[in-house]
């Protein structure tokens, strides 16, 4: 009996130990951990949002909802969450609060966006808040959307467009059996009254003989003395080209003279120009030199033979005796 005792209580002290560790664990997953500062934000639209749903800063969990308030204002229904948040966290003036999911089927929450502003929300104010977009009634008013175009737009298009294929269908037979097959027909019975696969296989025979006279004008030999004669033909080009650069740099060097004998003319012309009186004079004293000159020509003449003579005289006996150049008697005049 005593034994029975002990082990209910010690089953009895360990039920309640489990429950009070149940009752901690749900007191620390309901928010409630401490001090907390209040807030509020509105929103237009609030599913998935109840009372304990979690409020994130930047993904990091500081408070939950505690209350939903409808707020009915200009004939529209709005929603003002009131938000327990640890107390003395920093919320920016220009921070926002998002309602956001990380999954399909993932709980909501509202997280916060941190702002940039130095300022700080105070306790009791307004947090801006902005809804997150339904994406199960985007998508059912985008099949709404599709099936009224399946049934306003596309079916009646197939409908038309079979419609217009069937007729085309019709029309292309139309025209194989009326129009198509008597052309062909009547274009191979023309074929066969002209003669006209005769007339081409002449014409292939007459290409293929074409062709081996070109085979036998082009061999081997005639190649190369075409490449010979091309060379030649580049050598020569290459010459020409040589001469018409030298023809070049002689008319250049032609140029240059030309461009010179014009500067000598042109000083020549100058010079005269500039000394006309001068050469007037020169060509008067020289007229009259002549004219003196052409008077005395006769007895110059004879002085100059005779002075020839003497000279001629004097360099023999100079050759015979050169002591004469020393000392030497007087000559006798021949005249006397």
Do not use: C
Request: proline share 3%; no cysteine; net charge negative.
């Amino acid at each position: 009996m005593k034994r029975d005792n002990i082990n209910y209580v010690v089953v009895g002290t360990f039920v309640l130990l489990i429950s009070i560790s149940f009752f901690v664990f749900l007191y620390q997953i309901m928010g409630s951990s401490g001090p907390t500062d209040e807030y509020f934000v509105t929103y237009n639209n609030v599913s998935g949002i109840k009372y304990g749903t979690p409020v994130a800063f930047e993904g990091y969990q500081v408070g939950q909802v505690e209350r939903l308030e409808p707020i009915r204002t200009a004939g529209k229904t709005s929603y003002r969450l009131a938000l327990s948040i640890e107390k003395g966290w920093p919320v920016p003036v220009d921070s926002v609060a998002n309602i956001v999911a990380s999954g399909l089927l993932a709980a909501v929450t509202i997280d916060i966006a941190e702002g940039d502003s130095n300022l700080l929300i105070e306790p009791g104010a307004e947090i801006p808040g902005k809804e997150a977009a339904n994406i199960f009634a985007a998508v059912n008013e985008v099949a709404a959307d599709l099936r009224e175009l399946s049934q306003t737009g596309i079916k009646p298009l197939l409908d038309n467009l079979n419609k217009q294929v069937d007729v085309i269908s019709q029309h292309f037979t139309d025209v194989t059996k009326n129009t198509l097959k008597p052309m062909l027909e009547n274009i191979s019975a023309q074929i066969e009254k002209s003669n006209m696969v005769n007339k081409v296989d002449v014409l292939i025979n007459n290409l293929n003989q074409t062709s081996q006279d070109l085979q036998k004008v082009f061999n081997s030999q005639n190649q190369e003395n075409l490449s010979t004669f091309l060379n030649n033909m580049s050598d020569a080009s290459t010459g020409m080209n040589d001469l018409v650069a030298n023809i070049d740099v002689t008319r250049q060097s032609m140029d240059v003279l030309l461009s010179n004998i014009d500067n000598v003319i042109g000083d020549v012309n100058y010079m005269l120009e500039d000394n006309d009186g001068r050469m007037k004079a020169s060509l008067i004293d020289l007229q009259k030199t002549l004219s003196v000159i052409s008077t005395h020509i006769d007895s110059i003449t004879n002085h100059l033979e005779g002075s020839s003579r003497n000279m001629h005289e004097f360099t023999r006996q100079i050759k015979e005796n050169p002591s004469l150049l020393i000392r030497s008697a007087a000559q006798p005049d021949k005249a006397e």
